[in-house]
């Protein structure tokens, strides 16, 4: 497994359960976490079977990183159907990407299946659940297509610029793509308390990660280069997600689905109407 671990990531290794850094949890951990499993089933089961995440968590990165997307598409649909497939392909995520080189904090990492329920928010959250048929392979899929997006994200910058800045601008990206795709950051205070927000929050992580998003188009601060490749990828990732969501929204109000409001006083701001519907 790579090297690493701490606040960007997990350090790029395979989560298949216990704790991250591979110790077992304690005993009254293992009762929460049993705890959390039965009480996310409902919601477990309600959300397994949907591809939301296509859109939700890896949609914001999409329009400006379309084979990116693509690949972890691709991948993620052929891991659904073959858990030897997606096995064989975390390891290589794990092992042989660029980012598992470096002495670095790589990508979080969402688990196939197991690990803890606070790393399980962007897949299926009650390992009771993700045993069905169905739920199982849904799981594998999203999971997988997730981390390799970050994975290719992260690569894709080492590739260009891996030798012209040093290595904390590129943990600086590798978080940046974690708030990207909607595994943001709560804090150190916040953390421990993320199972059991998690119950009341859904998807908090998710939720934390828009307006961390926003600070990464600052040019300057939090140890970044100046206007440097971090920041140009940021603001060429937001802008091509707003301009693909307005044209979207106009082709939508051009072909008579609807009416798009565009008042920023009004709370359907920016909604596709369509009588009682909001888009």
């Known amino acids: 497994s790579s090297r690493g671990g701490g606040r960007g990531g997990t350090g790029g290794r395979l989560i298949t359960g216990g704790t991250t850094d591979g110790r077992n949890p304690s005993y009254w951990g293992r009762v929460l976490e049993n705890v959390t499993d039965v009480l996310n089933i409902p919601r477990s089961l309600m959300a397994g079977l949907d591809f939301s995440f296509l859109l939700r968590q890896m949609g914001f990165v999409a329009p400006g990183h379309p084979l990116a997307w693509a690949d972890a598409v691709r991948k993620g649909s052929l ?27 790589g990508p979080h990492m969402t688990p196939l299946s197991g690990g803890r329920v606070i790393d399980r928010e962007q897949g299926v959250a009650s390992r009771i659940v993700e045993k069905m048929w169905g739920y199982k392979q849904t799981a594998r899929g999203n999971s997988l297509a997730i981390n390799q997006l970050r994975s290719n994200l992260v690569d894709k910058f080492i590739d260009e610029f891996g030798k012209k800045v040093p290595l904390s601008e590129i943990q600086l990206y590798i978080n940046q793509v974690n708030r990207m795709t909607g595994f943001g950051d709560l804090g150190k205070k916040a953390e421990p308390l993320a199972a059991t927000l998690g119950q009341v929050l859904f998807s908090m992580r998710n939720a934390i990660s828009l307006p961390q998003r926003v600070g990464y188009l600052s040019p300057v601060g ?4 100046a206007f440097g490749p971090a920041w140009r990828d940021a603001v060429k990732t937001s802008a091509a997600f707003v301009a693909t ?13 609807g009416k798009v409001l565009w008042d920023a006083r009004n709370t359907d701001f920016g909604k596709l109407v369509t009588g009682n519907q909001r888009f």
């Open 79 to 105: 891991g659904m159907f073959s858990s030897k497939y997606a096995d064989d392909t975390m390891e290589a995520i794990t092992t042989r990407s660029k980012w598992a080189q470096l002495p670095l904090a």
């Open 222 to 225: 939090g140890g970044k280069t």
């Open 245 to 257: 969501g307005v044209a979207l929204l106009q082709l939508a109000e051009m072909s008579g689905a």
